[in-house]
Structure formats: C-alpha cells, structure tokens
C-alpha cells in the first residue's frame, strides 16, 4: 500500500473508508481489519505496530483521559520504546523487523507468557520446538519472501510438511488462541467490569475521562461495537492498583 502514489493512496483511503463502520458487533470482521489498517496506513512503522496490537489508538487520547491527566502526559513519546527495537533490527525488511520486535517484546511480555500459564497448569510443553534457538536464528535469516505471500504466512514450513499432512490442514489460515471476551463482558463478567470501572477509587484517581469511559462501556454493552480489549485493559488496570498500588498505601499506612 506504502508502494501506490500517494494521491492513489488517499483516493483508496477516502473510498473505502466509507465502507468500513465505526463500532460494530466485532472487531475480527473484515471491514473492522480494514478500517485498523487504513487508520495506520499513514503512520510510521513503529506506530504503525503500536496502533495494530494496542487496545486504544493515540487518536483517542484527548477523549480517553482526564485534562489534568493528559497534561502531564501528552509529551510522553509512547512509543519511543518500540522504536528502539526496530532499530535495534539492523534491517530495512519490514516484515523482518517486525518479527524481531515481536519476539523481543509481544512473545516474552504477552503471549508466551499466558501460553507457558495454561499449559503448565495441564502438565503440558507448548510451543518448545519452536523455540529452539537454532530455529529461531534460522528462521531469522530468511528473507520476507519465504515466510509469506499475499495469501498465505508460514509458507517455508506450509511447503516443507505439505507431504505429510492433508491439503486442508496446510491451506488453513493461522488462527489464534482467541477468547469470547465481548461476549463474557456482556454477560457474566459484566458485574466486574461494573464493580471496577464504575467504582469510586477508579474515579479517585483522575486518570479518565467518566463520560467518555460511559460511553465505550455502554456502546460494547448494548451490543453496538466490540470494545473488549479496551475495556478489558481498564478492568486490569484498575485490579493493578488495588493490589499493588492501594495495597501498597495501606501497608505503609499501618507501618506509620
């Protein structure tokens, strides 16, 4: 997309960003994709992968916190810490880079944590051999276009065990470990999310900004738009601070 003339660009922009609702029931449809992808389209690569994993786009800040909050932290480079790391890749190759800062920071802070939980807790070795530092180096070395086309990821080890396994299993696309968060926070988790975001420590702090959290709440609840992950992230972010910040605070409390 980088590669089209940028007046070409901005035409395909403004066309199919009409297309694309705001909100809506799922943020895994292809239209919610594209619309992600056209709001990055335009940025720097490094925010262009903060935009992609992250729950809240920079664009919503200004509504998101508190003025008083968002003063002391609108000049805060947010992603200065990501950009290191593609630096740190030593590579002009997008999709290289890109891998290196996924297994320098996504894989061992998030993904590869929650996976080593779960499956240690069954007694169960997950993703070992992939691991293996020599597959890792290799696989590091590669150019893009042995790893994916437009169609297809993982294509050196799709071609390499196509022998061995049926067609459909080869062609089938990656799929996630994805949980049914939108809906849990609709129904059984909706207490919580209640409990602690509509609580009076969370409105003590002065992070946020209430009406526009009431909003996302309300939209995701009444089934307009799937907010999850960004709901989620103010549900965990409110349990971090009773626990190890109000915790924190009482101990010393008492010790005084």
Known sequence: FKGLPQGLRNSIHAGLKGLCP????????????????LEAAEMPLAFRYQHWVGGWPESLKPELFSAE?????????PVGWLQARFDAAGTGDILNATLYV????????????????????????ARAPFLDHKVVEFAAQLPSAYKRSLRLNKLLLRRRY????????????KTGFAIPLGHWLRG?????????????????????????IKFVVKAHLDGRADYSARIWSLVTLEMWFRQFVDCGAKAEAVRA
């Open 162 to 173: 196509a022998k061995f396994l049926p067609r459909i299993v080869w062609e089938h696309p």
């Open 102 to 125: 996924d297994a320098t920071t996504y894989l061992p802070h998030d993904l590869l944590v929650k996976v080593d939980i779960a499956s240690m807790c069954h007694s169960l070795e």
């Open 22 to 37: 705001d909100g809506g029931p799922s943020n895994r449809t292809r239209s919610a994709k594209l619309k992600r992808f």
């Open 188 to 212: 059984e988790l909706k207490p919580l999310v209640e409990d602690l975001i509509f609580s009076e420590s969370f409105a003590a702090r002065k992070l946020f900004n209430p009406d526009f």
């Open 69 to 77: 909050f968002f003063a002391q932290v609108r000049q805060v480079d």
